[in-house]
Structures are given as C-alpha cells and as structure tokens.
C-alpha cells in the first residue's frame, strides 16, 4: 500500500470516527454519577463554586436517579429555598444534554425569568462544564448573543426557554423533555390556549421515553399547582430516624423546642435563642440536638408508592431544616422575627418551612375583634381618656356617602401601632352646611390623654368619590387651614399607597383643589396585616370598650368586610380584594384606610412629637400649626403637610 493510500484511509477513518461518535450509546451513569463525575458549580450562583458533591445534598440523589429511571416519566419537587432544587433542574439538563438528548422546553413564569436564569444559570453551567461546553452551540464570538439566549442547540437535542405565557413556545414544538421552574408563579393560561402545564405536556404526547420536571416553592393552600401536582406522585417525604427510637420523621418546625429571648432596641423587638434548638420526635418524645439529628440516618419516605405504577409520576418535599447551609437556629430567628408580620410569616412558611401558607384572613372575625377592645380609662373628673399613653398624632378618615358622612379617628404611636379613638356617623347630604359643620366640630375637637393633655388632628383624608365630587373640592379647599384634603380611591396591585398631590378643578374650573390619590388596595393589604398581630407593641392594633367610641359589631364588620383572593384570567393571575358573604358595609375599613394615608402622608417626626407631648402643660392642647403668609395661593398646601 502506497503513502498515498494510507493517508486517505486515514482521512477517511478520521470523518467516519467524528460521523459516529454521536451515534455511542451514553453512558451507565444516573444523573448524580454524572453531576458527581462533570458538573462544575460556577461562582457567580453558588457559594461552595467547584466540582458537585452530591453527598453534600443526600437528599436530592433520589430525585436524581428518578429522572434516568424507565419507570417514572414526571418528577415533582415541592422544597423550600437554599436547599437546591434549582441545582438539581440543571444536573438533569446537563445530563440530558450530554447523555441522553432530546428537544427540551424549559418554561419559567415569564419570558424575563426565561432570558435571566440562561445569562445567570445555564450560560455560566455550561462555560464551566467541559462536556458541555464543546457540544452547546452558542453566539459566534462577536455575533449577537442574545439570538440565543432562548435557544441553544446541541447534538440530537435543542433547548428551547419561555414564559408561562407565551402560548406559541408551548403549543408549537414537539418535546421529549419539559421542564417547569417555580410553577406556583406561572400564568393560569398560555394567552387564550389554556394551562401552560397541559399545553407543554402534548407536546411530549409522541415520545414513549418523556421526562417531565416540575418544581417549585409552595404558596397559597388550595391555589397551589404544584401541591395538585404533588398529590398525583408517590408524595414522598425526607425523614430522619430518631436516634432513641430509630422512627423515621420529616424534620418540622412543630416539632422542634426553643426558647426564645426578646430585647428592645430603639423601640423594636430583637429576637434570639436561649441555648440550643432541640427536635422532639413524635413517637417517643426524646429531645435530640441538631447535630445528632444530621448525623442519623434519613430516607425518603413514600406515602403513595403506587403512583409510579399508576402514572409514573414521584413526587418529593423538602424542607429548609435538611439544608446544609443553613442551621436550625437560623431558621427559627427568622420565623421569630416575622412572626407579627403576616406578609413576612407566609415568606417563611413557603421558603424555609417548605409549607403552603393559609389564608388566614378568616382567623381573625368580628368575635375576636371585639373582645380585644380595651378600657383605656378615665381622667379624674370622670370623662373617659380620649388618648391612651402611647398616642403620639392623630388622624382622620372619612368616606363619603349619599345621605351622611362616616369617619374614624385613629391614634398613632410608634413602629405602626394605633389606638381606635371614635368611630361615627354624621347623617345628612355631603352638600349641606350642616353636615359639615358637625364635621367641623370633630376635626377640631381636642382629644385628651389622661392627665388632660390633648392633641388635634394633624390631617384629614375625605372620600370624594361618588356623587359628591365637587361638593367635596369645595369643602375641603375651604379647609385646607385645618388640613382638611380630598382623597380618591385607585385600586389594583403595584399602585402606590400614598402619591404628591394634584390640583382638580372645581366647577367652572377657575378654582382649584388638592386632591390625593391613594392605593386602597395597599392600604387595606397593611390594615388586615396589622390586625393579625396578637401582641400589644409595634404594629398592633388597639379599640375603646366604651359604647359612645362607636366600636361595635357593626364596626368590626365593615372593618373586617374584605379578603385577598387571587383571581385568575386567561393571561394571568392576580391578587385582589372582594367583599366577604355577610359583610355589605365596608366604610369602617374605608374610613380605616383614609386615616393610615393621612398618616402616611404627614410622616410625622415621633421624636419631635414625644418631647412636644411631655413638654406641653398639663389641660393644654396642643397648639394649631400657624398658617405662613405667602402671596402664593399654593402656600396653603405646603403649610400643611
């Protein structure tokens, strides 16, 4: 055989050998084999950047192997955050990639979630992992790199990434693979095609080795998709053995004993643990440390291991209490610090409890409310104390109505705390003198402390929604002095509480007023926040006992007359406020929400206010603001506020 020959053998050995080597069976490896053996953790998103440990993460190797496991053709992940599900997500698309490809669609809430988790999460995965690296096709260096950013392609597969709500990605391509992230916050349907998880799912309809991945934080019980999609599995549960009794449990924070200490400072509550947190185990009650609980043996437990023959479908929940990096103690604080916040608490609950959170709106009724209504006493003459200690500026909301005007006057102290000071009716048309009057008589009362003290109100929020509009400009410029302004509601999520004023016209349109808009539905989200705090303190709400304040079932009723409820649309789901069966009125919650605006809107300097409280004499109100003498018409609203 001649040079000549054998060189185009060799020529010829050389492109049949690159023609076949996408054609070599993958490798015997399940997916944390193959994360253990190539994957690369990259600085930019995890602390601990560096080759894949999944003895690190015991926990997720089941998930793992479920995913190369014949058998099982849908994986649900319920855990809460810091525990790696999202590292987790990508070991089985870097496996499936290298290993066993197909067309994968990754879908994420929106199509922004999309592009950010491939620029932070994919982009460095890849960059870092060399069996990747060489196979991903990418932007040409120089070229424009966000053609690709929600499309790569790679031998025999490509990955396509979307949004809930894009309906077109996921009615359009067949798929061997989805891949749902953070389902809980996906849309409730793709445009007008309908849920997003069913539309992604037919495209797998074809391929008898589909794999689907879905995975999520927990939120709201009974609006959770991932918690439906959860009871269909094996409903699996990460539980450590009791090292006394040698029972099986998932780690819970019912289960765990502390005790908590809580300091003041600069007036606010500081938390922290007294000794150790210890977990009491359900089945025999012996106390073990945190350290003896991660060093005992744990498995997953499955309370229907049927499904995987029925649907083959496994499912799995996790907690933040199995994380290796965050400890027990951690934990707990956080909980101790949110736990008068209930917007905080929920965060806790989903993220570090691993648990769906309740609306819990209902807890508090008008039962409960009235009984926490308190005495605040009398004066030595007898007449009832207007203004508890703790009382520091006092505000006004009214809401307007055809036949009367409704009002509440709110005490505030500090960190949020209010004192309910009168709640009232003045009947009449909101066009005539005489109802204003009697306005004028509560706006101008002095409302005393029990040494006699008193203090005005420092500003009024009035309703001029409805069929009084200009009767209400023209009232309130009349007593702008008093500081005395129109508010109108705007509803819906991401508005604002609180806005800089407008100038409306009035009438003929050569008069004007001021007018502030403000986000009711903000203001009514902190209300039945500040409801739910048990404890006397920041952020707690206080009522009068006595009859005359106006405090009763009627109040509570009003106040108590709407709920958050996520309402759901074929673009989107959204959170907004409904009347609750039983409740009609809701002026007291409106009137409730006018005076935390007013509140809001003086920002008032408590400091200033405490030293000019104690300082002033004894059967002294306190002084009115003095109104500056400007040549100016505007002068009137910047001396009030």
Known sequence: MTRTTQQRVDDLNAVYSRAVRSFSPPEDLTVDEWADSYRRLSPESSAEAGPWRTSRTPYLAEPMRAFTDPKVRRIVIVAGSQIGKTECELNCLGYLMDQDPGTVIFVHPTLDDARKFSRLRIAPMIRDCSRLRSKIEDAPSGKDVSKTILQKSFPGGM????????????ASTPARYVIGDERDRWATSAGEEGDPWELAARRQTTFYNAKAIEVSTPTIK????????????????????????????DIVFDNLRFTPHVEKVNGRKVWSIEGAVEYACPSCGC??????????PAKWVAANPSAIDEGGVRSFWLNAFVSPWLSWREIVVQFLQAKDDPNRLQVVYNTLFGQLWENRGDLVDDDEMLARREDYGCRDDGTPV???????????????QDNRLEYEVVGHGRWGETWGIEKGIIHGRPDSDETWARLDG???HVYRFRDGRGLRISMTCIDSGGHFTQEVYERTRARQPSRVFAVKGKGGEGVPF???????????????????????????????????????????????????????ETFFSGL???RLVLSSSRTASKWQWEKLPGHERNEALDCRNYAIAALTIVNPDFDRLEQAIKGAPANAAAPKPKKKKTRRRKSALADSL
């Open 560 to 562: 108590l007359s709407e």
């Open 442 to 444: 509560v706006v101008g």
């Open 386 to 400: 207007e203004l508890p200690d703790g009382v520091l500026c006092v505000t006004c909301g009214v809401d307007t």
């Open 498 to 552: 609180t806005a800089v004023p407008t100038q409306v016209s009035i009438r003929d349109k050569r008069v004007k007023a001021w007018l502030y808009t403000i986000g009711v539905d903000a203001g009514k989200a902190q209300i039945m926040s500040s409801l739910k705090v048990a404890e006397p303190g920041p952020r707690y709400c206080h009522f009068p006992k006595r009859p005359e304040a106006g405090y009763d």
């Open 287 to 296: 106390m073990s440390s945190e350290q003896q609980m991660r060093k005992s």
């Open 159 to 170: 990955l396509i990434m979307t949004g809930s709500n894009a309906a077109s990605a996921l």
């Open 222 to 249: 009974g609006s959770s998709a991932i918690e439906y999609s959860y009871s269909k599995g094996t409903q699996e549960r990460w539980c450590t053995r009791c090292p006394h009794c040698g029972e099986y449990h």
